[in-house]
């Protein structure tokens, strides 16, 4: 998930999975959303015990690496390296991000929340992330709520390398503002509360592959 200096300037889709989703119900409908959409990556949420998280954890990333799309967990480090996955996302900020990097190694991703504080972004960064995630964006409940604000997106895609993503009570509107100004858009809540998925994902994302 590093952007090359060359590449186009278009934000890429990053795809949480749902909260305490089963893996087998889950399957299918993450390989449809990957034949149908380019996807940067895919998080699983961290939340569960973690017999199930692992059996989530193999699921995701046979289908997830069959397309070439990389997988990152929340916060469990030793389920990321027991099940192959690509790396972890932290929702403690900059907290983990070092000792994560030792344990992972320097090919793995690790990404950072730094919910709406440039500071947490800036030590997460300097801690060595490879993207830091900043959210919500809109009303959801997400971290402590507190809405991250439109410049601080700005600000970080003028003055900071390390890609940044955009998560949290995302819409359409929403999208559109912060295209110009983020790498990755973290979509996941917003479509699987829907009663069909994919048209909630048609009508957010129009990049179809």
């Known amino acids: 998930m590093t952007d090359q200096p060359d590449a186009p300037s278009a934000p890429q889709l990053y795809l949480i999975a749902p909260v305490g989703a089963d893996p087998?119900?889950?399957?299918?409908?993450?390989?449809?959303?990957?034949?149908?959409?380019?996807?940067?990556?895919?998080?699983?949420?961290?939340?569960?015990?973690?017999?199930?998280?692992?059996?989530?954890?193999?699921?995701?990333?046979?289908?997830?690496?069959?397309?070439?799309?990389?997988?990152?967990?929340?916060?469990?480090?030793?389920?990321?390296?027991?099940?192959?996955?690509?790396?972890?996302?932290?929702?403690?900020?900059?907290?983990?991000?070092?000792?994560?990097?030792?344990?992972l190694g320097d090919d793995a991703i690790v990404g950072a929340f730094s919910a709406a504080s440039r500071h947490d972004g800036m030590s997460a960064a300097e801690a060595g992330a490879d993207y830091v995630s900043f959210g919500p964006v809109g009303p959801t409940g997400l971290g402590t709520g507190e809405e991250a604000p439109m410049d601080i997106f700005a600000w970080w895609s003028e003055m900071i390398e390390v890609p940044v993503v955009a998560e949290g009570g995302l819409d359409a509107v929403l999208i559109g503002k912060l295209a110009p100004i983020t790498d990755f858009f973290a979509i996941g809540p917003e479509i699987w509360a829907k009663d069909d998925p994919m048209d909630a994902l048609s009508h957010l994302w129009r990049q179809d592959k």
């Open 24 to 103: 087998d119900a889950f399957g299918p409908r993450l390989a449809e959303v990957l034949e149908r959409y380019q996807v940067a990556c895919v998080r699983i949420p961290g939340a569960g015990d973690e017999a199930r998280l692992g059996r989530m954890a193999d699921v995701v990333r046979d289908i997830a690496h069959a397309h070439d799309v990389a997988v990152v967990i929340e916060d469990h480090i030793q389920i990321a390296q027991n099940h192959g996955l690509d790396g972890v996302h932290l929702t403690t900020g900059a907290k983990q991000v070092r000792y994560a990097r030792r344990e």
